[in-house]
């Protein structure tokens, strides 16, 4: 997986992301941040995959856009294919789970750093929502 020269500033660019767009407004950032605080929650305790899962399951709440973020920091780096459906949770989990088989010897190592540098990216995108509530 090409990783960027920069890690930390391709980490604090992806945190910007959970606040682009349509959701600037106060009511969505807090939306947002309360899903990103619960995404850490789960990734702490559950690992990589149990966040995809929970994100997806909480479409209603907003909790899907942690893992829609996630899925565009994961293309810019291509450990998935771009053209994957954001919507799709199997086909993601699916993506992520080949591309660590692919690297059999190394896969433990690899889902580590994974979740490091989502885990990474989601304390970022809490600081960033933070000020901007």
Do not use: C
Not at 27 to 41: G, L, R, W
Not at 59 to 66: F, G, H, I, Q, W
Not at 124 to 133: E, N, P
Request: proline share 2%; no cysteine.
């Amino acid at each position: 997986m090409p990783l960027p020269n920069n890690l930390d500033f391709f980490v604090a660019q992806a945190a910007m992301e959970f606040a682009s767009g349509d959701k600037t407004k106060k009511d969505e950032i807090d939306k947002i941040e309360n899903a990103v605080q619960k995404a850490i929650s789960i990734l702490s305790s559950q690992g990589l995959f149990a966040m995809f899962l929970w994100s997806y399951a909480g479409k209603a709440k907003k909790y899907d856009t942690v893992a829609k973020e996630i899925l565009k920091s994961f293309k810019k780096i291509n450990l998935v294919e771009s053209s994957l459906d954001p919507n799709s949770a199997q086909a993601i989990l699916e993506a992520i789970k080949n591309e660590l088989n692919a690297k059999k010897n190394d896969s433990l190592s690899e889902i580590r750093f994974l979740e490091d540098l989502t885990m990474r990216i989601l304390i970022y995108a809490r600081h960033y929502l933070k000020s901007l509530g």
